[in-house]
């Protein structure tokens, strides 16, 4: 069963940390890329950051590089997002997201398995 689960949403003050965990699938875990995307409030959906199923290679928005860090945990299958230094304009629904490859292109979107999204909110 493809199964993607996220958690560690929640409401943080600007200059803040969160870290979200993406739980995969034993198939999912070990054959795709998996990353998150996130969507704010009247906005396209955006890739964050991404890694490689062999945890060896890494992408970072430049919009989050230096602040985010992208990691897994081969033991837990689980994949984690640590974000630092939040500010209000990192709000959004973040959503983990396998697939092979995995980009930014929005015509590819249909083609990813999705959790199911959790919310971070950055207040001023």
């Known amino acids: 069963q493809v199964q993607l689960v996220e958690s560690g949403g929640g409401l943080v003050q600007a200059r803040g940390s969160l870290r979200l965990s993406c739980a995969a699938s034993?198939?999912?875990?070990?054959?795709?890329?998996i990353g998150w995307f996130r969507q704010a409030p009247g906005k396209e959906r955006e890739l964050v950051a991404v890694?490689?199923?062999?945890?060896?290679?890494?992408y970072y928005a430049s919009s989050v590089k230096g602040r985010f860090t992208i990691s897994r945990d081969s033991a837990k299958k689980t994949v984690y997002l640590q974000m630092s230094s939040l500010q209000p304009e990192d709000t959004a629904v973040y959503y983990c997201?396998?697939?092979?490859?995995?980009?930014?292109?929005?015509?590819?979107?249909?083609?990813?398995?999705w959790g199911q999204g959790t919310q971070v909110t950055v207040s001023s």
């Open positions: 890694i490689h199923w062999s945890g060896g290679v890494t």
């Open positions: 034993e198939g999912i875990f070990h054959s795709y890329s």
């Open positions: 997201a396998a697939g092979s490859p995995l980009v930014a292109d929005p015509s590819k979107l249909q083609d990813y398995f």
